[in-house]
């Protein structure tokens, strides 16, 4: 059969892994030989207007945990993986150039810088006459499959969902290419190394004690997250009692690191669920999961169809910017220390691990913006740089509904923490983690120290405003009704 390249590079992204990977299967078979490569980009290393890297250190280690991983997959496969530094518009190109490559391939992206990426390569590889072919990764729904075009995607997730349920079909995945075909070793004589976390200006993440769960990056730990919650420790079918919980690894499935880098592909756990469903049970927990994955790819799209909006302060609402911008009070609430103890407890728990919970995210964000009034596009920028699981259109996607400049009305909601803790830290076990100095107040209690009266605040030796914050913000009683 002739190939319609002599050779082609294969241009990993948000895609680090070798099964399920369209882009890897198609160079294979459109190619005579295969160039895989990565390229570090030190603009996703940068500093923030707010002062703090747009990749933080645990997402950095999971980044080079798994390309190191991917790296080894491609040898057992017969490759190499090139490793670059620099902007991939221009070394990825030079890399095409210089091998004679024929075509680059890699997955779409839809947020804006990754697009501008895309397109001047696309552009300058025109130029060189090299061609380049994109493929859609990354959702469990491929896009050219959803009833509707995307620009008339709805606004509301229940209806996105019940469409997509009833029209589409989710595609098989791919396996793994059996070989790839790599240029002779003369001709390829430096690969490159993976670069050191200090390059970048960060530390290594110290491991905290508290930590939930080790996140080592990689396709191969990412299928072993599979093989463990799901066959293991046989927890899928209870994920829907649990997934709302706070403390250990094993509340939820801790997938998102990995879905994130594309170590994993949604498709592969929708065929794992259907087999557990056969294998094991089938329930409203095992649906759940696919439906959380919907969320997922609903994000995906939403972004899709917006563009930059999704960034804005306005969000896709176009809405006013009334939002305060209070550096110290945005400070306190960084650092766990706005006196609000189910707030605090969550942010360092992300200040430590870079990882928290949906319950959390969805608490801690509503207090920035519906309790402190604070540019909810703070709150995601902090987010994109701690979170080690931290996807474009999920993060931004989540915060702007919260924040109520999404187009879901209902999304638009307002937390109240301390009915929150009532229903998911009814003993304040969770602060106890991680408010240490908050540790001797025993039940409930915690959640509140402002109640306790003076004597017995000294008692148990805590003074608000020296031993814990003062809370920034008075909170709603238990009883009121929002
Ligand atoms: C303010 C805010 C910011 C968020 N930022 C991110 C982010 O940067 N990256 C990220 O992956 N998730 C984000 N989420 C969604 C959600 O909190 C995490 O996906 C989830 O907590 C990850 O844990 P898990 O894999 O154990 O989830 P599980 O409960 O086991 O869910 C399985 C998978 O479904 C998907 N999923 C679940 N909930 C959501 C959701 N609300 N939106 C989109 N996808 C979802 C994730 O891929 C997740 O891995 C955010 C949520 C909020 C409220």
Redesign the pocket.
Known sequence: MGMKYNRVLVWFRNDLRVRDNEVLVKATLSAKEVIPVYCFDPRTFESTNLGFPKTGSFRAKFLLESVADLRKSLRKLGAYLIILQGKPEEEVLSLAVKHQAQAIFYSEEVTSEERNVDKSLEKSAWAQGIATETYWQSTLYHVDDLPFPVTQTPEVFTQYRKEVEKMSSIRSSFPIPFKLNFPGKDEITSVGELPDLSIYGLEEPKPDRRRLMEFIGGESSGLGRIQSYFWEKDLLKT?KET?NGLIGAD???????S??LGCIS?RMIFEEVKRYEKERKKNESTYW?IF??I??D??RIICKKHGDKIFQIGGIKNQEDSWSRDKSQFEAWVAGMTGVPFVDANMRELNATG????RG??I??SFLVNDLGIDWTW??SY??SQ?I????C??W???MY?GGVGNDPRENRYFNILRQAKNYDRNGEYIRIWIPELHAIKGFDIHQPWELSTANMRSLKIQLGHTYPQPLRKIPTLEKSY
């Open positions: 994920y997934r509340y939820s499935s801790k997938f998102s690191p879905l994130s949604p999961l959380e994955l969320w997922r609903y994000f990882f928290m919970s949906n995210r969805q801690v964000a709150g995601a987010f994109e979170l699981d931290y996807d474009v999920s993060n996607g989540n915060w919260v």
